[in-house]
């Protein structure tokens, strides 16, 4: 996990300022947990242009798939900054969140250099530059503000250009600073898990578009508009789909991990704790059964509202159809819920030994070696 270490006065300083940013921005209802998508750009603002792409128009069909698919959840409310080619000033896009008092702010881009060969996925949170790429990647998002009318005013001076602006960035968001990379961390792993792109890692910059907003916050670059065949997967409707489906499942992690109570009420069958889920299990397998039947039907993605991967067993007279498969209980849930938002809502989490046995899911959960 990041951390910062400030002088004492600075901690004091960001301790007063949060606690009153807390006051004006109380925490969002407890029945709807409130994501909002910012496509990064838009308008007059192309933002990268690598291969001829445009930036703008890539991250805002990402992220209106991700909208798409996060609106399938009854618990989830989703907000978007911008859903058509419109400009929209950073300082507006953080104050769309913050008026919300989202639980989450997610700002999607494409990456873009001056040469051709850099590719993968990286996803930011806000911090200071730790690299001379990080930097330039801030510079080059925060040069959107030039747009804007007396923009020197509105951020209180701030020059993109400069790296001396840059300094007051690691006293921002210091509340907020373990959940970000939480978020980040669940999204680059989905990215890993799912994608054949790069992982580039989970990374601090100065985004001035972090600066503003007062949640938990991440900026994600889903790849590189100037690599020839990055820039037409993520100009292809395939290739955002699954960037898009990658990013719902790591939110959905993130949403599942830090609903403790939810989580602990589940485990408490089993005589578990959270601690006891957190890491893989090495010898289990879960899976997400859809459904049973006499009829046997090809485990295919398009018999099963294209979620995928899908199989198949036989067990007594009848064909059981399961979907996902993953070695973390807590993965097993986001799968489950998925597969309840796409319609079946009697899916259920079921186990797997490491011989293909089916197992209970206590077994499965007390089989881990205690320490």
Known sequence: ???????????LFVSYFCMHINTVYPQTNANKFTVVLDPGHGGKDAGNTGNNYLEKEIALKIALVVGKQLEKYEDIEVIFTRKTDVFIPLDKRAEIANKAKADLFVSIHCNGVANDAPSGTETFVLGLHRNKDNLEI???????????????VKYDGFDPESPESYIGFTIMQEEFLDQSVLLASFVQQQFTSTLSLKNRGVK???????????????????????NKNEGAFLNSKAGQTKLANAIVDGINNYKNTINVEALESELSQYRLSTEDVMEDFASVVFKIQLAASSTKIEPSPQNFKKLEPITRYQENDLFKYLYGQTNNYMNAQTLRDK???????????????????????????NTRPKD
């Open 1 to 11: 996990m990041l951390r910062l270490n400030f002088p004492l006065l600075i901690i």
């Open 138 to 152: 801030a510079m080059k998002e925060n040069s959107v503000i030039k747009f804007e009318d007396d923009y020197k």
């Open 204 to 226: 601090q910059a100065g985004f001035l578009v972090l600066r503003e907003t007062y949640m938990p916050s991440v900026l994600i670059e889903t790849g590189f508009l100037t």
């Open 339 to 365: 597969a309840k938002a796409e319609g079946y809502t009697s899916a259920f989490i079921v186990a797997f030994n490491a011989s293909g046995e089916k197992i209970s899911i206590k077994e499965a959960l």
